[in-house]
């Protein structure tokens, strides 16, 4: 025979046929939309390298928060830029800080959303670094633990759902887990960021959040790009510590993290699609050399194919509005 008698085609021949084998489709439900929450009130501030995203007061959240909820998007992600910040990073715990006053409010405003909080001290410390810093230099493991437990303790008594420890110190999660079931918060979940990477694709986050560090890089507590095995040791590591979620971030270059994390573990597994991700498509779009909305569907469903249940993106608003798909 010399005609294709075996023809994949057929499976292609209609929207309505590619709509009716198609085996991932990503749900305004699969997404997380991050959010910076800034001091004071009546402040809402575009973010020159994340265009479209705003740092937004706590007063001004509610309407922001109710389009989240109608467009059926799962939670929220909060990121606090506080007034001050100290050595210790001491507004991380303030009862009146940005991030538990956002808690309050949005707990307020949509009850049904998922909370979550980033814990975590480079918003909150002077000197930029995720904990605690010693007189030479180098970030302390341990002398950190405490300082996030009491971040997430604070976080988890303005009422959040889940606190989501980004620091990439050894030990947190257990240490946090501990910390929340002694105070009577065994309710309370764990995201972890457990496989973060010391990652260039940070960039316009650290202007957003204000949380670059002042000196040196975060290369000996996050991931080394290049391991993935070492990822799932992390994630084996968080897990066994108490972790619920489990998350890897970034998500495009990592693509082959989120499936062995996937193919290896049973629990939920979140990618965070971060702010460089989200930057490079806007501004790629803005110059008209890409289509944004099916990029964004591309990214987001491949995100899914490669094995995450959850999708923490900046693109959550625009992509649950339009809902393209192919
Ligand atoms: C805090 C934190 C960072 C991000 C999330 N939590 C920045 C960093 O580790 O430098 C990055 C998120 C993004 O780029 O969208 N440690």
Redesign the pocket.
């Known amino acids: 025979m010399s005609y294709p008698h075996l023809r994949m085609r057929r499976l292609r021949r209609s929207e309505g046929i590619r709509r009716m084998v198609r085996e991932t489709v990503v749900l305004p439900q699969d997404l997380i939309y ?1 959010m910076f929450v800034v001091a004071g009130h009546d402040r809402q501030e575009p973010i020159a390298s994340m265009p479209g995203v705003m740092r937004y007061s706590a007063d001004r959240l509610p309407a922001v928060v109710r389009e989240v909820r109608d467009l059926g998007i799962s939670g929220v992600l909060l ?1 606090g830029i506080p007034e001050h910040k100290d050595s210790m990073g001491s507004s991380a715990f303030d009862s009146a800080g940005p991030v538990q006053q956002a808690v309050q409010i949005i707990k307020d405003t949509a009850p049904e959303l998922v909370v979550i909080t ?1 814990v ?4 909150y410390t002077d000197h930029g670094h ?1 904990g605690h810093l010693t007189q030479d230099g180098r970030v302390d493991n341990d002398r950190s633990l405490p300082m996030l437990a009491k971040e997430a303790i604070s976080h988890v008594r303005a009422g959040c759902d889940v606190v ?1 420890p ?3 110190m050894d030990g947190r999660v257990g240490y946090i887990r501990r910390v929340l079931d002694e105070e009577g918060f065994t309710d309370t979940m764990i995201m972890s ?1 457990a496989a ?1 990477y ?2 260039a ?6 202007d ?2 204000d ?3 002042q000196s040196g890089d ?1 290369k000996s507590y ?1 991931m080394d790009p290049p391991n993935a095995r070492e990822a799932l040791r992390e994630v084996e590591l968080d897990i066994s510590e108490g972790a619920d979620i489990v998350m890897v ?2 998500a495009m270059a990592y693509m082959d993290v989120i499936r062995g994390v996937r193919d290896r573990f049973d629990l939920p597994v979140a990618a ?7 930057s490079m498509i806007k501004a790629a779009a803005e110059q008209g050399w890409i289509d944004e909305e099916r990029i964004v569907a591309e990214v987001l469903t491949g995100i899914k194919r490669a094995g995450a249940d959850l999708i ?1 993106t ?1 693109f959550a608003l625009d992509f649950a509005r339009t809902l393209v798909k192919f």
């Open positions: 991050p990121f980033d975590c001290m480079c918003e995720c989501a980004s620091d990439m960021y973060k010391a990652s694709f940070y960039g316009p986050f650290r957003a959040a949380s670059a560090p975060r996050q971030k970034p965070y699609n971060v702010s460089g991700e989200y923490i900046y």
